[in-house]
């Protein structure tokens, strides 16, 4: 019987063991998917303190080998689970994962090169798996394709092949000079032949990039917009020069994790037949929970996210006065920073029962946001893909969304002449563009209900499966493999 082709999917989060963010649920869902398009596909990620322990009870251990760094030389244990169909692999050093936190650590140049040779160095101890495309995940495994084109390489790896997905172009993992040699083991011409020097700085980003067979992000539209100055982040004149190696797949989201009907989560669950009064009473039950007026008739928008920059918050917060003079609910669910948490708590001591702030990551409450929301807010400056957008419309939730990245390639905005589109959306990051869409959306809900529910039917009709985005992997993976 032919072998099936194997992948090593690697990332520094994934549903259920750990998520922060749009990351955790790709890395949970899409080895599943990729999986059902005949591949045999490991997940690969570190032991983190932080998992639940129903899960790390059940890890075996596979084996452990000493890891060179520089001058370190670190334990790194493998153990492993098999869950819904995939095995997965915990990449184990309790020094560097055994934490509070997942980011944003001193030593985190440190964490993230050690994961990355990890992901390189466990192979040639699997006794059963060898793979022929290591498949990687932002920066925190960038520089796993990096070291697979470097003199570390053994030789019986030279052949695999390297993908490298970039979930947020904005986190590179650039950091001094110092690190080329001490920690990376390279000497500055081989860290400069591997892509990893930009001017003074190591970018570890920038290494994928040059290093890796293919290049993918998680929208089509976003990876045009890489390739130009402005969302290029410093690189769009290397992503032009790998044109021919770039592609954009949209991301899907899990249609059972994200599933009204059988969401555990809801106040009450719901589908099409019941929708309107059930969307009813999931509004008219959170309202009373968050302290905002209780009437499922105001239109309660939602902003889930976290609170930075990227997300548009800035637009936001520019027209909120003037926003929530219209006779609307926000709720908002998120954590980030501190100038936005800030300012939109104080809006919610001003407006108590029109507006609701919960500065918290609850993964419970969001589905909750999700069902009894009637829009969603995304004006986000940029947006690899987001996933926010995809989830609300599940829950018959309608986008508002700035064009850009994923949303643009999500969300078919309302035409009101032909009554087409699953959501609401404005080009230019300007706050009063946001303003007059959500003014527009508003008017729909109250004046044309009829209109509006049928942009509630296409918007719980649009397909977010994974099945036409894996796929596309097995497409990227047939080339590369010949
Ligand atoms: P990101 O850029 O943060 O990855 P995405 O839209 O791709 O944005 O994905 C965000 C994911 O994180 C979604 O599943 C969303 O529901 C979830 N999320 C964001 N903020 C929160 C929060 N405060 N509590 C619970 N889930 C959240």
Same mark, same amino acid.
């Given at each position: 019987?032919?072998?099936?082709?194997?992948?090593?999917?690697?990332?520094?989060?994934?549903?259920?063991?750990?998520?922060?963010?749009?990351?955790?649920?790709?890395?949970?869902?899409?080895?599943?998917?990729?999986?059902?398009?005949?591949?045999?596909?490991?997940?690969?990620?570190?032991?983190?303190? =932080?998992?639940?322990?129903?899960?790390?009870?059940?890890?075996?251990?596979?084996?452990?080998?000493?890891?060179?760094?520089?001058?370190?030389?670190?334990?790194?244990?493998?153990?492993?689970?098999?869950?819904?169909?995939?095995?997965?692999?915990?990449?184990?050093?309790?020094?560097?994962?055994?934490?509070?936190?997942?980011?944003?650590?001193?030593?985190?140049?440190?964490?993230?090169?050690?994961?990355?040779?990890?992901?390189?160095?466990?192979?040639?101890?699997?006794?059963?798996?060898?793979?022929?495309?290591?498949?990687?995940?932002?920066?925190?495994?960038?520089?796993?394709?990096?070291?697979?084109?470097?003199?570390?390489?053994?030789?019986?790896?030279?052949?695999?092949?390297?993908?490298?997905?970039?979930?947020?172009?904005?986190?590179?993992?650039?950091?001094?000079?110092?690190?080329?040699? $001490?920690?990376?083991?390279?000497?500055?011409?081989?860290?400069?032949?591997?892509?990893?020097?930009?001017?003074? =700085?190591?970018?570890?980003?920038?290494?994928?990039?040059?290093?890796? $067979?293919?290049?993918?992000?998680?929208?089509?539209?976003?990876?045009?917009?890489?390739?130009?100055?402005?969302?290029?982040?410093?690189?769009?004149?290397?992503?032009?020069?790998?044109?021919?190696?770039?592609?954009?797949?949209?991301?899907?989201?899990?249609?059972?994790?994200?599933?009204?009907?059988?969401?555990?989560?809801?106040?009450?669950?719901?589908?099409?037949?019941?929708?309107?009064?059930?969307?009813?009473?999931?509004?008219?039950?959170?309202?009373?929970? +968050?302290?905002?007026?209780?009437?499922?008739?105001?239109?309660?928008?939602?902003?889930?996210?976290?609170?930075?920059?990227?997300?548009? +918050?800035?637009?936001?917060?520019?027209?909120?006065?003037?926003?929530?003079?219209?006779?609307?609910?926000?709720?908002?669910?998120?954590?980030?920073?501190?100038?936005?948490?800030?300012?939109?708590?104080?809006?919610?001591?001003?407006?108590?029962?029109?507006?609701?702030?919960?500065?918290?990551?609850?993964?419970?409450?969001?589905?909750?946001?999700?069902?009894?929301?009637?829009?969603?807010?995304?004006?986000? +400056?940029?947006?690899?893909?987001?996933?926010?957008?995809?989830?609300?419309?599940?829950?018959? =939730?309608?986008?508002?969304?700035?064009?850009?990245?994923?949303?643009? $390639?999500?969300?078919?905005?309302?035409?009101?002449?032909?009554?087409?589109?699953?959501?609401?959306?404005?080009?230019?990051?300007?706050?009063?563009?946001?303003?007059? =869409?959500?003014?527009?959306?508003?008017?729909?809900?109250?004046?044309?209900?009829?209109?509006?529910?049928?942009?509630?039917?296409?918007?719980?009709?649009?397909?977010?499966?994974?099945?036409?985005?894996?796929?596309?992997?097995? $497409?990227?993976?047939?080339?590369?493999?010949?």
């Amino acid at each position: 019987m032919k072998k099936k082709p194997r992948v090593l999917f690697a990332s520094f989060e994934a549903e259920p063991f750990l998520k922060t963010g749009g990351l955790g649920d790709v890395a949970g869902s899409l080895p599943k998917a990729i999986k059902a398009q005949g591949y045999e596909i490991r997940l690969i990620m570190p032991k983190f303190g =932080t998992i639940p322990e129903k899960y790390k009870s059940r890890m075996k251990h596979v084996c452990d080998f000493t890891l060179d760094l520089g001058w370190r030389h670190q334990y790194c244990g493998i153990e492993t689970l098999k869950t819904q169909g995939v095995t997965c692999y915990f990449v184990d050093n309790e020094y560097y994962f055994n934490r509070e936190g997942t980011y944003g650590y001193l030593d985190d140049s440190e964490r993230i090169a050690f994961f990355s040779k990890a992901i390189m160095d466990c192979i040639p101890h699997l006794p059963d798996f060898d793979p022929d495309i290591v498949h990687c995940n932002d920066w925190h495994t960038a520089l796993t394709p990096v070291y697979m084109r470097s003199h570390y390489c053994p030789e019986e790896l030279r052949n695999v092949k390297t993908v490298f997905t970039i979930h947020n172009l904005k986190f590179q993992g650039i950091y001094s000079k110092w690190c080329i040699g $001490d920690l990376l083991g390279f000497s500055e011409d081989e860290a400069g032949y591997l892509g990893l020097l930009e001017g003074d =700085t190591v970018n570890y980003m920038r290494g994928a990039i040059c290093m890796a $067979d293919r290049i993918t992000t998680v929208s089509p539209t976003y990876a045009d917009e890489i390739c130009g100055q402005f969302y290029g982040e410093g690189l769009g004149y290397i992503f032009l020069n790998r044109r021919d190696v770039l592609s954009g797949i949209l991301n899907g989201i899990d249609n059972n994790r994200y599933n009204p009907a059988e969401d555990a989560n809801l106040y009450e669950k719901f589908d099409m037949d019941n929708f309107i009064e059930s969307k009813k009473k999931n509004k008219e039950a959170f309202q009373a929970e +968050l302290g905002l007026e209780v009437n499922g008739d105001k239109p309660l928008m939602v902003i889930i996210s976290r609170l930075t920059e990227q997300k548009g +918050l800035d637009l936001v917060l520019w027209i909120l006065g003037e926003l929530m003079s219209q006779d609307v609910q926000l709720a908002v669910l998120g954590v980030g920073d501190k100038k936005y948490e800030d300012s939109l708590r104080s809006m919610a001591g001003y407006l108590p029962n029109k507006v609701s702030v919960s500065l918290t990551f609850s993964e419970p409450l969001s589905h909750k946001f999700y069902a009894a929301a009637d829009m969603i807010l995304v004006p986000s +400056l940029f947006e690899p893909c987001g996933l926010t957008q995809m989830i609300a419309m599940r829950y018959g =939730t309608l986008p508002v969304v700035r064009e850009t990245g994923g949303l643009k $390639d999500s969300v078919k905005p309302y035409n009101k002449y032909t009554g087409e589109g699953n959501g609401f959306a404005f080009a230019n990051y300007n706050a009063h563009e946001l303003l007059f =869409t959500l003014k527009d959306a508003i008017n729909l809900y109250y004046n044309s209900p009829v209109e509006w529910n049928n942009l509630v039917n296409n918007a719980v009709a649009t397909n977010f499966s994974w099945d036409a985005s894996a796929e596309k992997y097995s $497409d990227l993976y047939k080339g590369l493999l010949g």
